[in-house]
């Protein structure tokens, strides 16, 4: 039996972005192994069946010896567990585990390019981002690779530094989407218009812009919308701290709502999505899954974001921190309902077009057929 060892940060991305995945891949014969940091749900994922092993990682952490600590303990997994494949998902865990894997000879190795971040997020480029990818360059110059990737620049980046070549190359938009849990639910008919941002509360994800624009916007709006900003706390050393956010938030007109379980629902309640990221995202989930429910959707003109919306179409495209555009593009939507209701079902068009998990699924069993041949 072919072994599947799938790397990601945490249970909790696992369940939320992996989890079909490996659940088809056992049922198609594999024997699948999650290694993940263990944030409390370690039940959940047991519970559909699968193993899972603790990794000691810190994923927004730039010391390097937690770093290679994480290093030796997939070095030393891989020797003693001996997998077939093994499947890095996201920039730390490609570095390390690519590394890893090269090191003890790993038959088979995937790499999904999931967004790449903050380091690569800078307006000038780093010199961490340079290390990266040289780093990359060594480790994924081997037979029986694949790297998937989610977006166009991201794919551009490491074809043109020489990461990877076009045979070994694929694309999945997004990680996918059950159009049958994230169902489409009409506009919905409130005494308040509520709009909702998800994401983990770091300052690249667009929150400072999405509060100046509702602060614009109080004066004339602030007795008819809410702002519903979802999402937990984060340990990237960019992140809003709580004492930040009960600050910009005043608990009625804008409202952090925490880290949440419910965000489908809370989808459905809301009538307009706002995202202003200009975080070097790989396809946001959360527009994705917005998308489905059929959703209005403003968000930036940047990478990952732009891949969810067609501008004037199931939503509007604004540029990286314009508050005043984010403002008045959300002032539009307010004061047109027909236009909210046209937009989110342009949304579903494109999420049933577009994000089907079903054929993520189907493209990672491919890869995975392919390699493990």
């Not at 179409?313 to 539009?332: C, P, Q, T, V």
Request: aromatic fraction near 8%.
């Amino acid at each position: 039996m072919k072994r599947l060892f799938i790397i990601v940060n945490e249970d909790r991305f696992f369940l939320s972005h992996r989890k079909e995945i490996a659940v088809t891949a056992k049922e198609n014969g594999y024997d699948v192994t999650i290694v993940a940091k263990d944030t409390g749900r370690r039940g959940d994922v047991e519970a559909l069946g699968l193993r899972m092993v603790e990794l000691p990682i810190n994923p927004t952490g730039k010391n390097i010896f937690q770093d290679l600590r994480s290093l030796l303990f997939l070095v030393n997994l891989y020797r003693k567990e001996k997998p077939t494949i093994v499947h890095h998902v996201g920039l730390k865990n490609i570095l390390w585990g690519g590394l890893a894997a090269k090191l003890m000879r790993v038959p088979a190795v995937v790499s999904a390019v999931s967004g790449l971040g903050v380091i690569f997020s800078q307006e000038k480029s780093s010199v961490m981002a340079g290390m990266i990818l040289k780093v990359l360059r060594f480790s994924h110059h081997r037979k029986n690779i694949a790297v998937i990737f989610q977006n166009s620049e991201d794919r551009t980046l490491f074809k043109r530094k020489k990461i990877v070549n076009e045979r070994q190359m694929y694309f999945t938009k997004g990680s996918g989407c059950n159009l049958n849990d994230f169902d489409y639910t009409p506009d919905p008919d409130g005494e308040k218009i509520n709009v909702i941002f998800t994401a983990r509360m770091v300052r690249e994800k667009g929150v400072v812009t999405l509060v100046e624009a509702a602060e614009k916007l109080r004066a004339e709006y602030q007795d008819k919308v809410e702002f519903w900003l979802c999402g937990g706390l984060s340990n990237n050393p960019r992140a809003l701290s709580e004492d930040d956010l009960n600050y910009m938030c005043d608990g009625n007109y804008i409202k952090w709502l925490g880290h949440r379980n419910d965000v489908r629902d809370l989808l459905k309640k809301a009538n307009i999505v706002a995202f202003p990221s200009y975080y070097r995202e790989g396809v946001p989930k959360s527009l994705i899954e917005a998308s489905a429910v059929g959703r209005p959707i403003v968000t930036t003109n940047s990478i990952g974001c732009k891949d969810v919306v067609e501008d004037g179409e199931n939503g509007f495209l604004i540029e990286i921190k314009d508050s005043n555009m984010l403002a008045m593009r959300l002032k539009e939507l307010f004061d047109d309902k027909e236009l909210r209701v046209a937009m989110g079902r342009k949304s579903r068009e494109f999420a049933e077009r577009d994000f089907s998990v079903e054929n993520v699924v189907k493209t990672h069993l491919e890869i995975y057929k392919k390699l493990g041949g």
